[in-house]
Nanobody
Framework: QVQLVESGGGLVQAGGSLRLSCAASGRTFNSYTMGWFRQAPGKEREFVAR????????YYADSVKGRFTISRDNAKNTVYLQMNSLKPEDTAVYYC?????????????????WGQGTQVTVSS
């Protein structure tokens, strides 16, 4: 069974940085696409970034492009989200997600596996 465990959230001032981690277990993930999503209070869960495990190809939401970087460490079975130049509007619960298949992965309904989420709060 696939398990995804996020960590690294917290409180940071605007302009600061955080790195989120997603530890994946229960499968060989070469054929998987991994994504980060976020959900702010009263809003729908939205796509942030995704990476294909085998090739490392990435895709970002326009709102985070140039500020966030998604990456993976094959040896550690871990996906990261490096978040720089954080803004108050980045405040949300951030979720790691996994789907079998390479590519796509920009909508929540494509993903079968989800972590429990980690809170990121950016103060102004």
């Amino acid at each position: 069974q696939v398990q995804l465990v996020e960590s690294g959230g917290g409180l940071v001032q605007a302009g600061g940085s955080l790195r989120l981690s997603c530890a994946a277990s229960g499968r060989t993930f070469n054929s998987y696409t991994m994504g980060w999503f976020r959900q702010a209070p009263g809003k729908e869960r939205e796509f942030v970034a995704r990476i294909t495990w085998a090739y490392g190809s990435t895709y970002y939401a326009d709102s985070v492009k140039g500020r966030f970087t998604i990456s993976r460490d094959n040896a550690k079975n871990t996906v990261y989200l490096q978040m720089n130049s954080l803004k108050p509007e980045d405040t949300a619960v951030y979720y790691c997600a996994g789907r079998l298949g390479i590519g796509g992965g920009r909508t929540t309904n494509e993903y079968r596996y989800w972590g429990q989420g980690t809170q990121v709060t950016v103060s102004s």
